[in-house]
């Protein structure tokens, strides 16, 4: 069952959770994981998904787990498909009978 309400997404875990309670900077961030100011940009503020790769930055960089991390983006990702227009389409879809 999905919840009611979109899940945060894991830009916004960023933004709350490590540049603001850590006070740095999306361009300091990016710099510490290795990849450009542009990519954390992108996620934190243009709300892009949250790739493995990043998962295994991030979760190494705040002493998490990757899986945490592809799980907040599986959960937004399960959200949108199941709120979107053409869900009617699958919805429809009769599970398999052998």
Not at 36 to 59: F, W, Y
Not at 66 to 72: A, S
Not at 73 to 79: E, I, R
């Amino acid at each position: 069952m999905l919840p009611k309400n979109r899940p945060t997404l894991p830009g916004e875990f960023i933004s709350e959770d490590i540049l603001k309670e850590l006070s740095i900077t999306e361009k300091e961030l990016a710099k510490a994981i290795g990849v450009s100011p542009e990519t954390v940009q992108g996620i934190v503020d243009e709300g892009k998904r949250i790739t493995a790769d990043m998962a295994v930055r991030l979760s190494r960089f705040t002493k998490t787990t990757p899986e945490m991390w592809l799980n907040l983006q599986a959960a937004v990702d399960l959200w949108d498909v199941c709120h979107s227009p053409h869900f009617e389409k699958i919805r429809i879809i009769a599970p398999y009978a052998a």
